[in-house]
């Protein structure tokens, strides 16, 4: 388990929350979310209210983790610390765009 990655809050990092390496590969990544979805479910906790919160919780931590190391794009902005899941999807975050404003500037002064 590796606790390398972005930051999603100062939590735990989402590779942490899945229990793989960050070199994990995506049939790694569905098969460890797959196991976690199903021990942490909430309608499997429904029964004990003790834990029915914890369960939700968890599960929702999961999800997150899931549906950001399962999309390369998002993956990749998380592994270089700049993947906020707060931000919109169809929005470029401005450390991206500051990052391609100062590229651009400089390709264009070596070409």
Same mark, same amino acid.
């Given at each position: &388990? ?5 930051? /999603? $809050?100062?939590? #735990?990092?989402?590779? +942490?929350?899945?229990?793989?390496? *960050? @070199?994990?590969?995506?049939? @790694? ?5 797959? %196991?976690?979805? &199903? %021990?942490?479910?909430? @309608?499997?906790?429904?029964? /004990? ?5 914890? +369960? *939700? ?6 999800? !997150? ?7 390369? /794009?998002?993956?990749? &902005?998380? @592994?270089? $610390? #700049?993947?906020?899941?707060? !931000? ?24």
């Amino acid at each position: &388990m590796d606790g390398g990655g972005g930051s /999603n $809050g100062g939590s #735990l990092s989402y590779y +942490a929350i899945l229990g793989i390496r *960050k @070199d994990a590969s995506f049939s @790694d990544i569905r098969s460890a979310y797959h %196991k976690l979805a &199903m %021990k942490w479910h909430p @309608d499997r906790s429904a029964k /004990n209210p003790g834990v029915a919160g914890e +369960a *939700k919780r968890r599960f929702q931590q999961i999800q !997150e983790a899931y549906s950001v190391l399962s999309d390369e /794009n998002k993956r990749s &902005m998380y @592994d270089a $610390g #700049l993947y906020d899941p707060l !931000e919109e999807e169809d929005e470029v975050p401005p450390k991206i765009s500051s990052f391609c404003a100062i590229t651009a500037s400089y390709c264009m002064i070596r070409i």
